[in-house]
């Protein structure tokens, strides 16, 4: 079963920074992957999407603040968060597609991670 992992999260205070980075497998080849998060009684949202050659799509609220990016020689998979603030507290997911077609947000992933809580402190 491939599994993602995340890891990088953490408390920070509003306007801080913070890597978030997820291990991918070298098993499988991903033709889209990105990052979620779900807010405490709120519904999932997409927050950045990277194609496989190498063009992203970042939701509105993110634009300019977080950037998403790949290694691929090390199978990761980062998000780089400046500018935080306490609305961005939520747990944050990587995901991953693994059959081609448009990547972008509102596509249908086929692997998920577990979670890592992110914590913005005012």
């Known amino acids: 079963q491939v599994e993602l992992v995340e890891s990088g999260g953490g408390s920070v205070q509003a306007g801080g920074s913070l890597r978030l980075s997820c291990a991918l497998s070298r098993y499988v080849y991903y033709y889209c992957v990105a990052w979620f998060r779900q807010a405490p009684g709120k519904e999932r949202e997409g927050v950045a999407a990277?194609?496989?050659?190498?063009?992203?799509t970042y939701a509105d609220s993110e634009k300019g603040r977080f950037t998403i990016s790949q290694d691929n020689a090390n199978n990761r998979l980062y998000l780089q968060m400046n500018s935080l603030k306490p609305e961005d507290t939520a747990m944050y997911y990587c995901?991953?597609?693994?059959?081609?077609?448009?990547?972008?947000?509102?596509?249908?992933?086929?692997?998920w991670g577990q979670g890592t809580q992110v914590t913005v402190s005012s």
């Open positions: 990277r194609a496989r050659d190498g063009s992203t």
């Open positions: 995901a991953a597609r693994s059959w081609p077609g448009y990547c972008a947000l509102d596509t249908v992933f086929d692997f």
